[in-house]
């Protein structure tokens, strides 16, 4: 009985005595990753204001608290590219694979192959993606970036079915909607050069993609048809076609290139030149309403960007879209429309909004 009561108390004791240091040492742990989260904030915002030095400064104290912090060692790598020291980067983003990186993978493997492909190491680049898209296969960065590799490498087909990894993660990274239309006009995968650039064209913010979109999209429609010695006749693009759509490809080429030889404006032909900015609009307002359809209708393209070519029709909001993505063309012609389908243009946003991105 003794024996128990004695043993009973020294239990007792043993955690009234551990309990204080224990919470010391969680108190410890957590003002350690509290100094190392400041450091890191600290180094963030020097490195918005391009204070590189600055930050790293802050970022190798960081580093002598806790070295073994993947964010840390990459966000350490992050500012060395920004400053052009690949090797300081390259050295950093390694170290940070190696350890616990949950929560910035998607970043880390981007940032590594990019060092890698900036460095003229594009296998060692597809390599980190390869291993990247494996952790995060959801990701649409990781495959964007294996895509801009493969292009620097000229390989445009490998560089396509990584860029098809990018949109179906994502409905509204810009980039990888403009390369999958740029890379689709290369291919002559003709219902997605038109499908993608469209759609890029109408996500993007940046100027110099719509105006390069616009400029692709009626510049090589009108090179489908040629006049020749008072002569017009069809004008092929000799683009070698692989694969099972091939059959597809060159039957949405000669329904476009039938539209052009056949289709009026009025008095002039499709294959007309057009001498100002509003016959241009016209142009393109006419090729892409019909484009539409055969984007949407062609059973054989199975591309997820038919459903969104399907709503548009479903939802009677070709016109909006049209008139929406070609306001740069002619702005005055734009601005007319405007004023008679304000709320077409607003119902558009509204179901793109609500209903396409929410799919």
């Given at each position: 009985?003794?024996?128990?009561?004695?043993?009973?108390?020294?239990?007792?004791?043993?955690?009234?005595?551990?309990?204080?240091?224990?919470?010391?040492?969680?108190?410890?742990?957590?003002?350690?990753?509290?100094?190392?989260?400041?450091?890191?904030?600290?180094?963030?915002?020097?490195?918005?204001?391009?204070?590189?030095?600055?930050?790293?400064?802050?970022?190798?104290?960081?580093?002598?608290?806790?070295?073994?912090?993947?964010?840390?060692?990459?966000?350490?790598?992050?500012?060395?590219?920004?400053?052009?020291?690949?090797?300081?980067?390259?050295?950093?983003?390694?170290?940070?694979?190696?350890?616990?990186?949950?929560?910035?993978?998607?970043?880390?493997?981007?940032?590594?192959?990019?060092?890698?492909?900036?460095?003229?190491?594009?296998?060692?680049?597809?390599?980190?993606?390869?291993?990247?898209?494996?952790?995060?296969?959801?990701?649409?960065?990781?495959?964007?970036?294996?895509?801009?590799?493969?292009?620097?490498?000229?390989n445009a087909d490998s560089a396509y079915a990584w860029i098809k990894r990018s949109i179906n993660n994502s409905r509204v990274h810009e980039g990888s909607h403009y390369y999958m239309g740029f890379l689709a006009s290369q291919l002559g995968k003709w219902p997605q050069f038109y499908a993608y650039t469209m759609y890029s064209t109408f996500i993007s913010k940046k100027a110099e993609i719509i105006r390069d979109n616009l400029s692709r999209l009626y510049g090589r429609t009108k090179s489908f048809v040629l006049t020749k010695d008072n002569k017009v006749e069809m004008n092929t693009p000799n683009i070698k076609q692989n694969g099972s759509d091939s059959t597809v490809n060159n039957e949405f080429l000669l329904a476009i290139q039938t539209m052009l030889l056949s289709d009026s404006l009025g008095k002039r032909k499709l294959y007309d030149p057009d001498s100002n900015s509003t016959q241009q609009m016209e142009f393109l307002i006419h090729v892409l309403e019909k484009t539409i359809k055969l984007v949407a209708f062609t059973d054989e393209i199975d591309d997820p960007i038919q459903r969104f070519y399907q709503g548009l029709i479903r939802e009677s909001l070709v016109g909006a879209f049209i008139y929406t993505i070609c306001e740069p063309i002619d702005r005055p012609t734009f601005a007319q429309w405007l004023i008679k389908n304000r709320n077409e243009q607003g119902r558009l946003y509204h179901w793109f909004n609500k209903e396409w991105l929410m799919l």
């Amino acid at each position: 009985m003794k024996k128990s009561i004695a043993l009973i108390f020294a239990l007792a004791a043993t955690s009234l005595f551990a309990a204080p240091k224990a919470a010391s040492n969680a108190a410890t742990k957590v003002s350690k990753a509290e100094a190392v989260k400041n450091l890191v904030d600290q180094g963030v915002q020097f490195h918005e204001q391009g204070q590189y030095d600055e930050a790293i400064a802050k970022y190798k104290e960081a580093e002598k608290k806790d070295p073994k912090n993947a964010l840390v060692k990459y966000e350490m790598a992050f500012t060395y590219h920004a400053k052009r020291d690949l090797d300081k980067s390259l050295t950093y983003a390694k170290a940070a694979t190696k350890l616990k990186s949950e929560g910035i993978d998607e970043n880390l493997y981007s940032l590594l192959g990019t060092i890698y492909d900036e460095k003229g190491m594009p296998d060692s680049a597809l390599a980190v993606y390869r291993e990247g898209f494996i952790k995060q296969p959801n990701s649409f960065n990781i495959p964007y970036n294996a895509s801009i590799t493969y292009m620097r490498m000229n390989n445009a087909d490998s560089a396509y079915a990584w860029i098809k990894r990018s949109i179906n993660n994502s409905r509204v990274h810009e980039g990888s909607h403009y390369y999958m239309g740029f890379l689709a006009s290369q291919l002559g995968k003709w219902p997605q050069f038109y499908a993608y650039t469209m759609y890029s064209t109408f996500i993007s913010k940046k100027a110099e993609i719509i105006r390069d979109n616009l400029s692709r999209l009626y510049g090589r429609t009108k090179s489908f048809v040629l006049t020749k010695d008072n002569k017009v006749e069809m004008n092929t693009p000799n683009i070698k076609q692989n694969g099972s759509d091939s059959t597809v490809n060159n039957e949405f080429l000669l329904a476009i290139q039938t539209m052009l030889l056949s289709d009026s404006l009025g008095k002039r032909k499709l294959y007309d030149p057009d001498s100002n900015s509003t016959q241009q609009m016209e142009f393109l307002i006419h090729v892409l309403e019909k484009t539409i359809k055969l984007v949407a209708f062609t059973d054989e393209i199975d591309d997820p960007i038919q459903r969104f070519y399907q709503g548009l029709i479903r939802e009677s909001l070709v016109g909006a879209f049209i008139y929406t993505i070609c306001e740069p063309i002619d702005r005055p012609t734009f601005a007319q429309w405007l004023i008679k389908n304000r709320n077409e243009q607003g119902r558009l946003y509204h179901w793109f909004n609500k209903e396409w991105l929410m799919l």
